[in-house]
């Protein structure tokens, strides 16, 4: 277990989730799953040019996992973007990094990972900065905030399924088997809402793609080398870098509760991987 290169990858890959929450706001007058259709399909012109090019078997071997972690990957990003049609984007990441609790919660029974006392003080410390971060904004909608939470659901249990999978398998298949199953799912669900793009939009959705390949790779990347409990919470930084994208390119505001609520999730995490190098084994 390589844990300063799974922290390196979980950085770069909440730096470009960010900046795609972003887009997924901007581009909202367009139906949900044909975000989700664009995204995905963008992803997969990488993933199917590095399988071919370093002739790694498509398929994989272990179907059911991957299958597994598509299924319930798609129907995370799907909750994830309806939660963003019905609330401001910080509000929304926000909400849905709950999800490492989910995960440490998911990996006690499905990984027998061990979560000490003193870490979910760690987490509680993160999932009060992320209450404080949406400071009650009253444009969260109930069922916005549904969405959100049923995101941060599902999204644990995919930090599971990988690392269930582990390093049995290539990376770029695991995210392939995701990108497949999710372009036929919003592809099919997106034509009874279909709005053609035009002009700089096709960019703007063609972008999708490429951010989502570059963060999904490294989230994968991250978890297949990193334990769970250490990994999940730095996604809380994600939280943090869109937002400030969130003010720079939506004009979004955010008060004094705001930051305090940032400072609270960035210091609960690194209480967390800290307590972890410090007191638990790591092997390399």
């Known amino acids: 277990m390589d844990l300063r290169r799974a922290i390196y990858f979980m950085m770069l890959s909440t730096i470009a989730f960010a900046f795609m929450n972003v887009l997924i706001k901007y581009l909202t007058a367009y139906d949900t799953f044909e975000l989700v259709f664009f995204r995905s399909l963008g992803t997969l012109f990488f993933t199917f040019g590095i399988l071919i090019h370093k002739k790694i078997p498509i398929l994989g071997t272990h179907k ?3 299958v597994l972690r598509g299924v319930v990957g798609v129907t995370s990003m799907s909750l994830f973007f309806l939660a963003i049609h019905y609330m401001p ?4 990441v926000g909400l ?6 989910f995960a440490a919660i998911f990996a006690i029974f499905m990984l027998k990972e061990k979560v000490k006392p003193v870490q979910w003080l760690f987490f509680l410390m993160s999932f009060v900065g992320v209450i404080a ?3 009650f904004d009253k444009n969260v909608s109930i069922i916005g905030f549904v969405f959100a939470i049923a995101a941060a659901a599902t999204s644990g249990l995919v930090y599971n399924i990988i690392r269930k999978i582990g390093d049995r398998e290539h990376p770029v298949v695991i995210v392939n088997y995701f990108m497949c199953i999710a372009t036929v799912v919003g592809g099919v ?6 709005k053609t793009p035009h002009g700089i939009d ?6 999708l793609g490429v951010l989502g390949y570059v963060g999904q790779l490294f989230m ?14 730095i996604k809380y930084i ?8 969130g003010v720079g390119f939506l004009g979004e505001e955010y008060t004094l509760l705001s930051i305090v609520g940032m400072l609270l999730i960035i210091t609960g995490v690194l209480l967390n991987i800290w307590y972890k190098r410090k007191f638990s084994p790591v092997r390399t």
């Open 133 to 135: 971060l949406k400071g």
């Open 89 to 92: 984007v910080g509000s929304a």
């Open 202 to 207: 096709i960019l703007l959705l063609s972008s």
């Open 96 to 101: 849905r990094y709950i999800s490492p609790i």
């Open 64 to 66: 059911k996992l991957l």
């Open 189 to 194: 669900l997106a034509v009874f809402n279909w």
């Open 238 to 245: 994600e939280v943090v870098f869109s937002i400030v994208a």
């Open 220 to 233: 994968t990347k991250a978890f297949q080398i990193g334990e769970t409990n250490i990994i999940a919470p």
